[in-house]
């Protein structure tokens, strides 16, 4: 979708700050909302594409107003209701009114080291990958309503394959649990001057990681 | 400790509200046997304790040490992490990217906030900020200086957009003046935001 968190090459948002002595958490709410996530994510209810997709829709003035781990707290929310996990009213009243329905499996504290390393993403391959390293490419013009992964700011540029990531989940689809449709991904890497025109640095290459349905030969 | 940058980031009512919010969240999952409020205090634990950037650090630093990891992490960045075995199971997709004399790279997801969790540990707030994901594709160098930062002339820049399950952490080039160094000295060199991109490794003087 054309939302606002497709936000690469725009301006106005100012300088970027770092905070010195940065700690992992801000106040404690944010900690339990990252853990109840984790928690929740253990028990297969949605696919990682789903939960970004759910960021996505927040409204833009929700998403530019909130902070990373807020965005996460409303996020689900909202998911588990869209689930049918949660009554609306309980969420309100703060308290479970209905008993819950049966997930495939519950995390343990046991089970906590295993959760902290990532899944594979990688799935069989349908054909044979259609691009190679070197290959010149021209990403689509495309503006699906739902998620997608091909930033707003490399649509319709040409690019050079330079490396093939294997195939993966394919996160158009996934968001909508769809299943993983797995796809080709490629490293694709554009000259700054395709990407912003005669003002960009000369001397900038960006590359995205290209899922192949995004891509066309040039 | 925090106060500074709640006043800055958010309001204190939201603050209060959001404790709430998310204390009444976690109660209702809990009643509804979705989670175990025990289980949350350990994965807390984990991510304030285990988890981090000390753990890229090491990969770096045994980089710059053993020429055969440093093939290796470049070839098959989750693989050759894997193999210290000092951390977890790293995801099937890191790849490192290694800044040169003539090329630095820089991390960024404008997306979403991507970021390689088991080598990092989790994303500082101006990575998943609004100023960061919209500049670094066409300001890099801009982005560099509000961190300070001013590459050599001649050096090209390399923007990496994670946007998809791949992850990325840059190698970045060993200090001069650090031979004959331990990893362990050299890990103490290596800072969250070099491994980004928006940084460089410490001067070996302002450890030694």
Known sequence: MDGIHDMGGMHGFGKVEPEPDEPVFHAPWEGRTLALNRALGYTGIWTIDQTRYGIEKLPPDVYLTSSYYRKWAVRLENLVVELGLVGADEIRAGHALRPGKTLKRKLTAADVPNTLSRGSFSRPAKSPARFKAGDRVRTKNIHPETHTRLPRYAREKVGVVEAIRGCHVFPDTAALGKGDDPQWLYTVLFDGRELWGETSDPSLKVSIEAFEPYLEPA | ?208
């Not at chain 2, 603050?15 to 350990?42: C, F, N």
């Open chain 2, 1 to 208: 400790m925090a106060q500074d940058h709640d006043d800055h980031h958010e309001h204190g009512s939201e603050l209060s509200e959001m404790q709430l919010r998310v204390r009444a969240l976690e109660t209702v999952l809990a009643e509804k046997g979705y989670i175990d409020p025990a289980t949350l205090d350990v994965i807390i634990e984990a991510y304030e304790t285990k988890v981090g950037p000390h753990n890229g650090a090491r990969v770096v630093a045994k980089a710059w040490s053993d020429p055969a990891f440093k093939r290796a992490l470049l070839e098959d960045g989750s693989k050759a992490v894997a193999s210290l075995g000092l951390i977890n199971r790293v995801g099937d997709h890191l790849i490192a990217v290694e800044n040169t004399p003539k090329l630095h790279n820089m991390i960024v997801c404008t997306l979403c906030s991507c970021y390689p969790w088991e080598v990092l540990g989790l994303p500082p707030v101006w990575y998943k900020s609004a100023p960061y994901r919209s500049r670094a594709v066409n300001d890099p160098r801009g982005v560099l200086a509000d961190f300070g930062v001013t590459l050599p002339a001649g050096t090209d820049l390399r923007v990496w957009d994670s946007t998809a399950e791949t992850r990325f952490i840059v190698l970045p080039m060993r200090p001069e003046g650090t031979e004959g160094w331990s990893e362990e000295k050299l890990a103490s060199l290596v800072t969250r935001d070099c491994m980004i991109g928006t940084g460089l490794p410490k001067n070996p003087k302002e450890v030694s």
